[in-house]
């Protein structure tokens, strides 16, 4: 799909009310895998590589602030004439996936908010900020990674512990970020979620007045360390239509190693928001 932002690749599987998965950092729609068998066994899954990620290329004029995501996703959604989708933001992509909701809840029927960063970063989750701009973000992380593949090669080998990923599915995971330039962008994420308080600001006020009214999933890891700073609570105040599930024993990315237990919670929640 040709857009302002880019040449985007996405996954589209299955029939019935559309959900969009938005990837975080340092993953691509590829992380869905396990949570796509499932999801698509009720609805049409669709999972694009954001700009610049995986099989997305990204355009010159594309900026990779988080303004530029939150527009893209629009535009996507646009693009495709998706409506009364359910929207799942994960990790990073919560920052700008829920401004993009916000600006197009005429579209959106539900949110599902999964093992996100609290927004805006102040409060209980201020450490958070100063660990992604000044540990993350740092110069050494940053040439780590660039030499090394170092922060996929965490989130593919030792996040998905309780049902690890073969050989051959660890390979294609990595060689997502198979260019400095690829792996640049993944430290550029976290440095704007760091800096851009702003954005992150303005983005809690449009949750808290665009979707309150809209449905919601929390579904979060046991282990993230994003509940133990307040990130559920922080959500329940901005989006009090939504009710809570944690994934045991898991950490933040349930999607590796719990993808099918995803799955099922999300397409059970949307089937009781059905129904109601």
């Known amino acids: 799909m040709s857009l302002p932002a880019g040449e985007v690749r996405f996954v589209d599987e299955g ?5 969009v998965l938005l990837h975080g950092a340092p993953v691509t729609s590829l992380g869905f895998l396990r949570v796509i068998r499932e999801l698509r066994k009720h609805h049409r899954v669709i ?3 954001l700009p610049g990620f995986g099989a997305s290329t990204a355009a010159p004029s594309f900026t990779g602030d988080l303004t ?3 527009e893209f996703v629009v535009m996507f959604c646009q693009q495709l004439d998706l409506r009364n989708l359910v929207l799942y933001v994960n990790d990073a992509s919560g920052c700008f996936g829920l401004h993009a909701a916000g600006n197009m809840r005429d579209r959106v029927a539900g949110v599902v908010v999964a093992d996100t960063v609290p927004v805006p970063l102040t409060g209980r989750a201020w450490p958070v900020r100063l660990v992604l701009r000044y540990l993350v973000c740092s110069g050494f992380v940053r040439a780590l990674n660039r030499r090394f593949n170092a922060l996929p090669w965490l989130v593919a080998t030792v996040a998905p ?10 390979r294609v995971l990595l060689e997502q970020f198979d260019t400095h330039e690829k792996r640049d962008r993944v430290l550029d994420l976290f ?3 760091a800096q851009d308080v702003s954005f992150m600001q303005a983005t809690a006020a449009l949750v808290r007045d665009a979707l309150r009214l809209t ?3 929390l579904l979060y890891g ?3 360390p994003m509940r133990f700073v307040g990130s559920v609570g922080r959500f329940r105040d901005l989006l009090p239509c939504s009710q809570t599930e944690i994934i ?6 349930p999607i590796l190693a719990s993808g099918e237990r995803v799955g099922r919670a999300v397409a059970t929640w949307i089937a009781q928001r059905a129904a109601a």
């Open 47 to 49: 999972a694009p590589d």
């Open 161 to 170: 512990f309780l049902q690890p990923f073969s050989a051959r599915e660890r």
């Open 222 to 224: 046991q282990l993230d």
């Open 248 to 253: 045991p024993f898991e950490e933040h990315f």
């Open 68 to 70: 530029s995501y939150a």
């Open 15 to 19: 029939q019935g009310q559309p959900v």
């Open 191 to 193: 440095a704007h979620m």
């Open 215 to 217: 449905p919601a999933l």
